[in-house]
């Protein structure tokens, strides 16, 4: 039987993995429990916490990194000779990212010097396997179309993952440092120009489980201030709609949407969004998604589970009293 050897590239952001990657790694973990075929290494590029990956990463094998401080910063082209030249040593068959911004421009690079097939956006796999394709959204969401990769090597960016019911026992991960290659001088190539980090305390949208989301309809900047409240009190995150941003209302880091980002949380509350095409394919792969719209002809109660005819500002400020009342008495 030949064996199948998945490269999972572990993104880092100020030394933290993102959680989407350690998911990702997990789940592949919990297919190779599954099959006898199917080995995972992984890699992570920049300055980050060995003692967080111990505890979070689950089943046995390989996690190289390259920590120097040529890496502290995001570099495309040194980035991409380092997980191609790893790729290349460990004889890998597919290269997985968690779909991210940097993989959306990374993934592509690899796909060259590789000479691999490039599926982006792509949900996880099921328990078949990697060779059983995967379904994704077209058409801003009216269609949904299957992909397969019939030739190796080859790339995938992960936008969603599967429950997978195997549960790999926590073993020993090895973890080996790699030495920068010197064939890249990527501060030429690539200056860096302006530094931009997120404010502390605000999380991401492509990896958080609550999500509280507002457009045109909370009225403005201010009308997002019930929004925080409500995100805080769940332990969620606020995002936004195209025309909330372009208003200015929120920073791009929170729109999502074909144009912004791609998010599959386990809630999504969706405050005074119409719910265009553009949209709705940002949220497709949400669990729930609850709408609150003062138009009841609004496109966003197509798509969501429940729905909540009213003012944005009234029905928010009533959540936020019951929420507040229940956590008072736990």
Request: hydrophobic letters at 45%; aromatic letters at 8%.
């Amino acid at each position: 039987m030949a064996m199948n050897k998945y490269l999972v590239f572990l993104e880092q952001r100020d030394g933290i993995v993102k959680k989407a990657s350690i998911k990702l790694w997990n789940t592949f973990q919990k297919l190779a429990a599954m099959h006898d075929d199917i080995a995972v290494c992984g890699l992570f590029v920049g300055a980050a916490d060995l003692h967080q990956l111990q505890v979070t990463l689950v089943g046995a094998g390989v996690v190289y990194y390259a920590s120097s401080t040529g890496f502290s910063l995001y570099n495309p082209e040194r980035y991409a000779s380092l997980v191609a030249d790893t790729f290349k040593r460990e004889a890998c068959s597919t290269l997985f990212f968690a779909d991210t911004i940097l993989s959306r421009e990374l993934a592509p690079k690899l796909s060259v010097r590789l000479n691999a097939a490039l599926l982006s956006g792509s949900p996880m796999f099921d328990a078949a396997g990697v060779d059983s394709g995967s379904l994704r959204s077209v058409y801003s969401g009216s269609a949904l179309a299957s992909f397969h990769s019939d030739r190796l090597p080859r790339i995938y960016t992960i936008s969603s993952f599967p429950i997978i019911p195997a549960n790999p026992s926590r073993t020993h991960i090895d973890f080996i440092p790699l030495q920068q290659p010197c064939s890249v001088n990527g501060e030429e190539l690539f200056p860096l120009v302006r530094m931009m980090t997120m404010r502390e305390g605000r999380g991401d949208v492509t990896e958080a489980g609550i999500i509280i989301a507002g457009g045109r309809g909370v009225g403005g900047a201010d009308g997002f201030a019930l929004l925080e409240q409500l995100a805080f009190l769940l332990g969620g995150v606020v995002g936004a709609s195209r025309a909330a941003v372009d208003e200015g209302w929120r920073p791009h880091s929170e729109q999502i949407g074909q144009t912004g980002r791609t998010v599959a949380p386990a809630l999504y509350l969706a405050c005074g969004i119409s719910g265009s095409l553009q949209h709705i394919a940002g949220i497709g792969s949400a669990s729930l998604v609850v709408a609150i719209n003062s138009d009841c002809h609004a496109p966003i109660f197509d798509v969501a589970d429940y729905g909540i005819v009213g003012d944005a500002s009234l029905v928010l400020q009533k959540l936020i009293n019951a929420v507040q009342d229940f956590l008072k008495k736990k």
